[in-house]
């Protein structure tokens, strides 16, 4: 059974690389998205896959959320190296998970073969426009002194314990020598529904999520927090200004089982990164104010396993767990 699978690999992945091309036609490659329809990472998952079709041929998106996209993860690792199942990787599942999880099914290090990152979207830190006036509060080194001056006084929301808001909050805090209260909510949309209400000072939130509200006046955009700033908004500095160093934001790429042939990663990276860096990928993504980061697999993979270090210190700071 077990030549018989290896035997069954094999051929697919002849396949893929052009060698069978009735095979391929009648194979379609899956797209793993541990997250549900209709989010950035799916969004940007299926333009790639119309991108593809050509050279490619059918890649179909199956979306397999649960468990903080540890469910679907798992199914690409667990998948045959052939090539014909392909899944993404991303902030949550490769770097937070593997340290917020007590237990986990698979090894992020280890179980995956990575193909090229797709996209980086930054988060940024907003207030309640309001609430920032009132407390005369209107860029970050400013947020710092009152928090100084005002030990205890400041809160701040996120999407729950362990979540890319909250990972953020625990970072500020500790790089600018701060206290502020977190307070986790249920899921992302609670948490900046607080915010606006005036029940918390500031969020870490996702630039997409939070642009409409940045623009409409209702949340004061005070850093973003990539090292560079951002085209979306030319006039928030990052944190790094700041915070010497400081860098934290959202990421996806594409990942196949590990042991899938160096030549099958290969075509699967040249056919997506030329899909990235077709100007009508870029359109399209700006609208989500993601950034398409085309690599080559090793750059996907070092980026990875530094991010998974990174996370590292900032999970176990902050005592998050998920049982």
């Known amino acids: 059974m077990k030549t018989r699978q290896i035997l069954l690999s094999t051929f697919a992945a002849f396949a893929l690389l052009g060698g069978g091309h009735a095979l391929a036609q009648q194979k379609p490659i899956r797209l793993i998205v541990p997250y549900a329809a209709g989010g950035p990472i799916d969004v940007t998952a299926r333009a790639l896959a119309e991108r593809v079709h050509d050279s490619l041929g059918t890649v179909i998106i199956d979306n397999k959320p649960g468990a903080g ?8 690792a667990k998948a045959a190296p052939d090539g014909l199942t392909i ?3 991303a902030t949550a599942t490769n770097a937070v998970n593997p340290w917020l999880y007590k237990k986990m099914p698979f090894n992020a290090a280890t179980d995956f073969a990575p193909i090229t990152q797709m996209v980086r979207v930054p988060n940024v830190l907003v207030m309640n426009a309001q609430t920032a006036e009132r407390l005369n509060i209107h860029n970050l080194p400013e947020l710092i002194a009152y928090a100084k001056k005002n030990p205890g006084k400041l809160n701040y929301g996120s999407g729950g314990n362990g979540s890319a808001g909250h990972l953020a909050g ?3 805090k500790k790089e600018a020598g701060i206290f502020a209260l977190h307070i986790p909510y249920n899921g992302g949309n609670p948490a900046q529904l607080a915010l606006l209400s005036g029940q918390v000072d500031f969020n870490f939130d996702n630039l997409a999520t939070a642009a409409p509200n940045i623009r409409s006046g209702k949340l004061k955009a005070i850093a973003v927090t990539t090292v560079q700033r951002n085209a979306a908004l030319p006039d928030v500095p990052p944190m790094a200004d700041t915070l010497k160093g400081f860098s934290i934001d959202t990421w996806w790429g594409l990942v196949a089982p590990a042991g899938t042939p160096r030549e099958v990663v290969m075509k699967l990276n040249q056919a997506f990164v030329a899909a990235l860096n077709a100007p009508e990928t870029k359109t399209r993504f700006a609208v989500l104010l993601a950034e398409p980061v085309p690599t080559t697999p090793e750059q996907f993979g070092a980026f990875m396993k530094s991010e998974l270090g990174k996370y590292e210190k900032v999970v176990k700071a902050t005592g998050a767990q998920v049982d």
């Open 170 to 172: 625990e970072m500020f």
């Open 69 to 76: 996209g540890n469910i679907g993860a798992d199914m690409v």
């Open 87 to 89: 899944g993404i990787a």
